[in-house]
């Protein structure tokens, strides 16, 4: 895909929370602030970085995604949507019955590489995936996006182990750093700092990241791999409900869906009409 402007990339994170808050009124879902968390990063690796063909999706050579927190998949369905995987008007069907459009993100749709959701597997999955293309000699890249509570499974652990341990440096880890999880703040359900050591400790090549910053989110992602033969880990310090001032930092849009007032009101502060 051709690359585009920064502007251009702000604008579209801001169609992605749009259509987020959109869907989770129309469907009443919940994980509204973790979608919003994470658009302007999947804005910046859809538009900028994935090496992808929407045209086709099961391209043998492409880079491979997988949002791990897949209770997030409003937003990647809206980013897949943008960039003409599937027809925009399929995410209407959104978290209804019968539609291919889950609530957790799910296989089966187009750009889709993996059902996630049961959450501390996406590492591993991504893991395996970058060892076959480790022993395939293939080119493309992995990347997935966890949970900061995600980080309290201790199957993510022992996937940091792996990854170093078979040098796979043709794998990211990016962690969404909101510091909110389900039931509280990170820092008082499990607390994770020192953060950043820990995954050095691991034998991964660490950045920190301002997640909202779509020229760091680039600049950072074009320099991937960090250091040859390591995995690279990019922790994003984020804020949950980003873009919508009501909603950022609350623990309540972890679960809750915007009224139709808190819809509009949301779409005014992205500058939308409706």
């Known amino acids: 895909m051709d690359q585009i402007t920064l502007e251009q990339l702000k604008h579209l994170a801001t169609k992605v929370r749009a259509r987020v808050l959109k869907m989770t009124h129309r469907a009443k879902s919940s994980h509204v602030g973790s979608s919003l968390s994470i658009a302007d990063m999947l804005a910046v690796m859809y538009g900028n970085i994935l090496n992808i063909n ?6 043998s050579e492409r880079d491979r995604f997988i949002l791990s927190k897949g209770h997030s998949g409003a937003s990647l369905y809206s980013i897949l949507a943008e960039c003409g995987f599937f027809p925009i008007n399929l995410l209407e069907s959104y978290c209804q019955d019968g539609s291919h459009l889950a609530g957790h993100i799910t296989r089966g749709v187009p750009g889709v590489e993996i059902s996630t959701g049961s959450l501390g597997h996406g590492l591993s999955i991504a893991c395996g995936m970058a060892l076959a293309g480790k022993q395939d000699r293939k080119d493309y890249r992995v990347f997935t996006i966890l949970s900061d509570g995600e980080c309290d499974e201790g199957s993510i652990w022992e996937a940091v182990l792996f990854a170093p341990h078979h040098h796979l440096d043709n794998l990211i880890a990016i962690v969404d750093y909101n510091k909110i999880q389900s039931i509280g703040r990170v820092e008082e359900v499990l607390d994770l700092e ?14 920190e990241i301002d997640g909202h910053n779509i020229a760091e989110i ?16 990019i922790i994003a310090h984020t804020i949950k409900g980003k873009g919508i001032s009501f909603m950022e930092d609350k623990l309540a849009w972890h679960y809750q869906q915007p009224d139709a007032e808190q819809l509009q009101l949301a779409l005014m502060e992205l500058g939308l009409k409706e």
Do not use: H, I
């Open 218 to 233: 680039q600049k950072t992602l074009e320099q991937v791999p960090f250091k040859s033969g390591r995995p690279s880990c």
């Open 54 to 59: 929407p045209k086709e999706p099961n391209w």
């Open 194 to 207: 020192p953060f950043s050591d820990k995954w050095k400790a691991f034998g991964w090549a660490v950045a």
